[in-house]
């Protein structure tokens, strides 16, 4: 099996990574917890991308699906059910 | 007190970079995880899944066969644990609705 | 949100996005022998498309698709369908979940075991996403987000 070790771009990864942490600390520091919201979905969507380029596809998928579409809707409706800026 | 917070995760994130050096090579066929016997000799026990799963069940994806057939029970309790948070989270959030729109 | 504000856009967006979700969900799960994916995936995506249509366009809109007491059975029927799988090969003489002694003539134990995956599948999607439109309907306790 070759062509796994072949298929690894390491300039791309290094770009999803760094856009990781970035988004991941973004969701740490922002007031606005809608924002918060937003950016853990794209954090979830970059480690499905991740993932996906390591070779788990399964994982990948689940973790778009699930991370990225059902738990961002599930945060939302916790937002706007209870103070939308954060104190801290 | 921020300063202290910043230099604590920075400690981490060196520890966990050390401690990624030294893993093997990803798609590496000389590492031991992917050797068909491991050191004792023994046949490693997914070898089976993956030489039989489309004789077993003539289904190409494999992992569907691992998830769906040879681990099922697996499967069967995970579905129970979704099942039951499902339930939890009927039985704690209904009584406030119906408090709160008579 | 005391003044729910209504937007055609994001209707008639989650509108045409719905049905595809849903479709694409399916496909996910009955074509999960030959791809990436399988039940929970598959399941998941059925309730992205649900919950779409739930968030977009409020709770009167969501009453013509699922309504709010229809999720729980749904849910027991999902379990269900996976543990009457696994007591069919037992009251046939088997294991629990064997697949190959399923009381279906006419088929090698190679596609009985093809057979019994795809039931469970579907067992699984329906559990998943009755469970999850459970989880929001009970969240939202009544209350439009349009």
């Not at chain 3, 992205?48 to 968030?55: K, N, W």
């Not at chain 3, 559990?127 to 009970?138: G, H, W």
């Amino acid at each position: 099996m070759i062509f796994a070790v072949e298929l690894v771009i390491w300039q791309l990864e290094l770009v999803i990574y760094l856009f990781l942490a970035l988004s991941a600390i973004v969701a740490l520091e922002v007031r606005d917890l809608l924002v918060a919201v937003v950016m853990m979905t794209v954090f979830s969507f970059l480690m499905a991308l991740l993932f996906i380029a390591m070779g788990a596809i399964d994982v990948g998928f689940t973790e778009a699906v699930i991370g990225a579409g059902v738990t961002g809707i599930l945060f939302v409706v916790v937002v706007y059910q209870t103070s939308r800026k954060s104190k801290d | 007190m921020k300063a202290l917070k910043i230099l604590i995760l920075l400690f981490f994130a060196g520890i966990m970079i050390f401690a990624a050096s030294d893993l093997p090579n990803r798609g590496d066929q000389e590492n031991l995880m992917h050797a068909e016997e491991s050191i004792t000799g023994t046949v490693v026990k997914g070898t089976y899944f993956i030489q039989n799963a489309y004789r077993d069940a003539r289904t190409p994806n494999m992992v569907t066969v691992v998830l769906g057939d040879y681990r099922s029970i697996d499967t069967f309790g995970e579905q129970v644990v979704i099942y039951t948070a499902g339930l939890i989270t009927l039985l704690i959030l209904r009584k406030g609705r119906r408090r709160m729109t008579p | 949100m005391k003044d729910p504000f209504q937007s055609p856009i994001v209707l008639l967006g989650a509108r045409l996005l719905s049905p595809y979700i849903m479709v694409f969900g399916w496909y996910v799960i009955f074509h999960g022998h030959y791809s990436p994916g399988g039940g929970f995936q598959g399941g998941a995506l059925l309730a992205a498309s649900l919950l779409l249509i739930r968030v977009a366009g409020g709770s009167r809109l969501a009453e013509l698709q699922i309504r709010e007491f229809a999720t729980t059975p749904l849910a027991v029927i999902g379990v269900a369908i996976y543990f009457a799988t696994g007591l069919a090969a037992v009251a046939a003489g088997g294991y629990f979940l064997d697949y190959e002694l399923l009381p279906i003539p006419g088929m090698e134990p190679a596609w009985l075991r093809y057979t019994g995956i795809l039931i469970i599948e579907v067992g699984i999607g329906l559990a998943v996403m009755a469970i999850l439109v459970m989880i929001y309907d009970n969240m939202v306790r009544g209350e439009d987000y349009g």
